[in-house]
Nanobody
Framework: QVRLVESGGGMVQAGGTLRLSCAAS????????MCWFRQAPGKEREFVVGINWTGSRSDDADSVKGRFTISRDNDKNTVYLQMNILKPEETAGYYC?????????????????WGQGIQVTVST
């Protein structure tokens, strides 16, 4: 079993930055691929960005390319999401997820463990 705990959310003005963290426990973190999803009210949960178990490869949604960056520190069992130039439409709950598959995954069904989510609100 893996426990994931997100932190760093909050409110920011449009164009601002936030950095989310996700701390993992319960299983060797370095064997898990990690990602961030988000879900806005009334919308489906969507893939944002993912990273493989070594941190050597990542993938991100077209909507966040060039603005969001995922990274991981396997010594600290933590994955990060740096979000720059945030937009109001990116207001959502952001969820950290872990997969036992080694590559970067983009489907919800590929993820085995989920955090409780953290709110990000981008104001105009």
């Amino acid at each position: 079993q893996v426990r994931l705990v997100e932190s760093g959310g909050g409110m920011v003005q449009a164009g601002g930055t936030l950095r989310l963290s996700c701390a993992a426990s319960g299983r060797t973190f370095s064997t898990l691929s990690m990602c961030w999803f988000r879900q806005a009210p009334g919308k489906e949960r969507e893939f944002v960005v993912g990273i493989n178990w070594t941190g050597s490869r990542s993938d991100d949604a077209d909507s966040v390319k060039g603005r969001f960056t995922i990274s991981r520190d396997n010594d600290k069992n933590t994955v990060y999401l740096q979000m720059n130039i945030l937009k109001p439409e990116e207001t959502a709950g952001y969820y950290c997820a872990a997969s036992k598959r080694l590559g970067v995954q983009a489907r919800i069904s590929d993820y085995d463990y989920w955090g409780q989510g953290i709110q990000v609100t981008v104001s105009t």
